[in-house]
T-cell receptor, first 115, second 113 residues
Framework: ETGVTQTPRHLVMGMTNKKSLKCEQHLGHNAMYWYKQSAKKPLELMFVYSLEERVENNSVPSRFSPECPNSSHLFLHLHTLQPEDSALYLC??????????????FGPGTRLTVL | QKEVEQNSGPLSVPEGAIASLNCTYSDRGSQSFFWYRQYSGKSPELIMFIYSNGDKEDGRFTAQLNKASQYVSLLIRDSQPSDSATYLCAVIRTNFGNEKLTFGTGTRLTIIP
């Protein structure tokens, strides 16, 4: 596979469930990102990992827990979510050299519905 | 004030005409500027980026940047129905080696055959 892949593509879960989203990048990049996209709102940056170290957490609730075991894989662990967490969750990766010209490439996203 | 502002549209343009999409940003420290296209139900895909004042052309697309006025625009020449999508403007400010990409809400463009 090439580029950035995400699984699952669709997920329906109850508020008491625990699930995980997976992202994998095949671009040799050093930085990976989780974004949340809700209807009529801008893309919201949730987490950034650079060289497997978390560098930014934009005040995301603790019911979202990221994990980056290596530079190619990124997970988002979900537990006790709320219906308002229903959204499209996008993963992205970039070379992560910190020069301000870093281009991010997005995966296809996971459409999450919390019942 | 929003960090990145775009007119949400919808913007309707006849096929073959020039579509003009605009974006303003509030942080003067912003360094790089990106245009993404997002089809309904799909993830964003990069069209082009620009970081120097002036114009940058790539095929039918031209990005224009004016840092003094803090705006960036995207022109699409010879618009095609396949250009109908939401266009996201995004800016990067590098802070101590960490890039933060901030998006606008997007402009929905419809090309009318």
């Amino acid at each position: 596979e090439t580029g950035v892949t995400q699984t699952p593509r669709h997920l329906v879960m109850g508020m008491t469930n625990k699930k995980s989203l997976k992202c994998e990048q095949h671009l040799g990049h050093n930085a990976m990102y989780w974004y949340k996209q809700s209807a009529k709102k801008p893309l919201e940056l949730m987490f950034v990992y650079s060289l497997e170290e978390r560098v930014e957490n934009n005040s995301v609730p603790s019911r979202f827990s990221p994990e980056c075991p290596n530079s190619s894989h990124l997970f988002l662990h979900l537990h006790t979510l709320q219906p308002e967490d229903s959204a499209l969750y996008l993963c992205a990766s970039s070379q992560g050299k910190g020069r301000g010209t870093d281009t991010q490439y997005f995966g296809p996203g996971t459409r999450l519905t919390v019942l | 004030q929003k960090e990145v502002e775009q007119n949400s549209g919808p913007l309707s343009v006849p096929e073959g005409a020039i579509a003009s999409l605009n974006c303003t940003y509030s942080d003067r420290g912003s360094q790089s500027f990106f245009w993404y296209r997002q089809y309904s139900g799909k993830s964003p895909e990069l069209i082009m980026f620009i970081y120097s004042n002036g114009d940058k052309e790539d095929g039918r697309f031209t990005a224009q940047l004016n840092k003094a006025s803090q705006y960036v625009s995207l022109l699409i020449r010879d618009s095609q129905p396949s250009d109908s999508a939401t266009y996201l403007c995004a800016v990067i400010r590098t802070n101590f080696g960490n890039e933060k990409l901030t998006f606008g809400t997007g402009t929905r463009l419809t090309i009318i055959p």
